[in-house]
C-alpha cells in the first residue's frame, strides 16, 4: 500500500479572521468582473484532495471541458498530485490563486469557506457547499439550546458565516431537514441532487486499484471505521483488541480470505501491537481516498460515521456497533429521529458483533441486510434513483450561474 505524505492539520483561525473575511464579504460582493466559465474547488480546510469536491472536479474536468475548473490547495504537495494529473491547481493564498478567486464564477467547498485558506477573495461568486456527507450527529445549530449564545452565533452568523452558501446540495427529504437544522437554512437553498462521490459506487473499483497491488484481488475486505470521540474512550481499542484475540472469527477470516481494514480517523490517537495479518490498521495518512475504501469493502462497521449513510448506497451489509451510545448522546448527541434507528439496528455488545460478522462471512442475511435496504430509503430520494449525482450536481449550477 502507497503511502502518502503526511497531512499537516490546520489551526482553527475563524475566530481570528472573522472580521477582514466579513468586510471583504460585502466589499468583493460590488466586483461585476467575474467569468462564469470559471469554476474553484477546495476541501477539508484545503488540506485534502478527497471527498465531494474532488469527485465533481474531476467528473467537469473530463466531461465539461467548457468550464475551467481550477483546484486551490493550501498544501504544495497536493497542488504537485493535482498537476501530475494533468488538473489545473494553485496554492490558495498565493498571488495566481487569489487571482482566480476574484474571477470566479462558482465555488465549491466541502467543510467551509476555509477550503481556500484563512482569507476569501471570491465573495460574490456563487458559493456552493457539497459538504462532506449526510450525518447523524448534532452540528452546528442542531440540537443547541435556544440560549443567549445561540441567538448571538445565530446574528453573528447572520452577518458573515464560515459555511455561508448559496446553494446546498442533498440526497434526500431526510437529508435536507438534516441541513436546514444544522444551517438555519430556507427550504429553497437546498437542492436535491446526491453527492458526487458516491457516483464512484457505480464503478468496477477493485481493490488492486486503491492498494496498487494484484494480490489484493484474491481478498475480501471489511471496513471498521468508528468516529471521533471528544471525550475518553475505549471501545474503539476494546473492540479491535476483541476481534483481534477471537480465534473462532480468525479462523473465519482466513477460511475466507477476508481481511478487516480499520480506518481510524484523522484525530484518534490509537496504537494497537501484535495484530494478526486478518486485521490491517490504517492511518489516515495512508489513506487517499475513504471513498475508495468503501467502494472496495464487502461490508461496513461503524458507529455514528455518516459514511454508513454514503456505503449503503453499494447495496452490501452495513453494520451500526455503538456500545457506547448513552456516553456518546450526553456528551456529542443525536437527532431525536436517529434513536429509533438504533434502537432498532445497532448493536451493543461484542457478542451480537461477532454473530453478525460470521453471518456475513457465511453469506447469511441478517440484520446487516436489514439496516442497509433501511438506510438507503432515508439517503437516496427516489427522484435521483438511477442518476448520475455529478451530472445533476453540474446541471443545477450551471443553471444558477448562467441563468439558464
Not at 500500500?1 to 499537516?8: F, I, P
Not at 475566530?15 to 471583504?24: A, V
Not at 437542492?191 to 458516491?198: L, S
Not at 454473530?355 to 438507503?376: M, N
Request: charged fraction near 30%; hydrophobic fraction near 35%.
Amino acid at each position: 500500500m502507497n503511502e502518502l505524505k503526511k497531512r499537516t492539520k490546520v489551526p482553527n483561525n475563524r475566530k481570528k479572521y472573522w472580521f477582514p473575511n466579513m468586510l471583504l464579504f460585502y466589499l468583493l460582493r460590488l466586483n461585476v468582473c467575474r467569468d462564469k466559465n470559471l469554476w474553484i474547488f477546495g476541501s477539508w480546510e484545503g488540506n485534502r484532495y478527497d471527498d465531494n469536491s474532488r469527485h465533481l472536479f474531476e467528473y467537469i474536468r473530463e466531461m465539461h471541458p467548457d468550464i475551467r475548473a481550477v483546484w486551490l490547495a493550501n498544501c504544495e504537495n497536493i497542488v504537485s498530485e493535482i498537476r501530475k494529473k494533468g488538473y489545473e491547481a494553485y496554492i490558495s493564498g498565493s498571488r495566481e490563486g487569489r487571482r482566480i478567486q476574484l474571477r470566479a464564477g462558482a465555488v465549491f467547498y466541502t467543510n467551509g469557506i476555509d477550503d481556500f485558506g484563512n482569507i476569501g477573495y471570491f465573495y460574490g461568486a456563487k458559493i456552493i457547499s457539497l459538504w462532506h456527507g449526510f450525518g447523524i450527529k448534532n452540528i452546528y445549530f442542531a440540537g443547541m439550546k435556544k440560549d443567549i449564545r445561540y441567538w448571538k452565533n445565530r446574528l453573528q452568523n447572520r452577518i458573515f458565516s464560515w459555511v455561508g452558501r448559496d446553494i446546498t446540495i442533498s440526497s434526500s427529504k431526510a437529508c435536507s431537514d438534516y441541513f436546514r437544522r444544522a444551517f438555519c437554512l430556507r427550504k429553497e437553498q437546498i437542492q436535491i441532487t446526491g453527492f458526487p462521490r458516491n457516483d464512484i459506487f457505480r464503478k468496477q473499483l477493485k481493490p488492486s486499484d486503491v492498494f496498487g497491488d494484484k494480490k489484493a484481488d484474491e481478498y475480501r475486505f471489511m471496513l471498521y471505521m468508528p468516529t471521533y470521540r471528544s471525550y475518553k474512550d475505549f471501545s474503539i481499542q476494546e473492540t479491535v483488541e476483541q476481534i483481534a484475540g477471537d480465534r473462532v472469527l480468525s479462523a473465519a477470516f482466513r477460511k475466507q480470505k477476508t481481511v478487516l481494514l480499520v480506518k481510524k480517523h484523522y484525530l484518534t490517537e490509537l496504537e494497537w501491537k501484535h495484530l494478526p495479518s486478518e486485521i490491517k490498521v490504517l492511518e489516515d495518512s495512508q489513506v487517499s481516498s475513504v471513498q475508495e475504501l468503501l467502494a472496495i469493502s464487502d461490508l461496513i462497521i461503524t458507529d455514528y460515521s455518516s459514511c454508513i449513510l454514503d456505503y449503503v448506497l453499494s447495496g452490501k451489509p452495513a453494520v451500526l456497533y455503538a456500545p457506547d451510545r448513552k456516553t456518546y448522546c450526553m456528551n456529542v448527541g443525536m437527532a431525536k429521529k436517529w434513536h429509533k434507528v438504533y434502537d432498532r439496528y445497532s448493536l451493543d455488545s461484542y457478542q451480537e458483533l461477532k454473530q453478525v460478522l460470521l453471518e456475513c462471512l457465511s453469506g447469511e442475511k441478517g440484520i446487516a441486510d436489514e439496516t442497509t435496504e433501511y438506510l438507503r430509503g432515508i439517503c437516496e430520494d427516489e427522484s435521483i434513483k438511477g442518476t448520475n449525482y455529478c451530472e445533476n450536481v453540474y446541471r443545477l449550477v450551471y443553471q444558477s450561474v448562467f441563468g439558464r
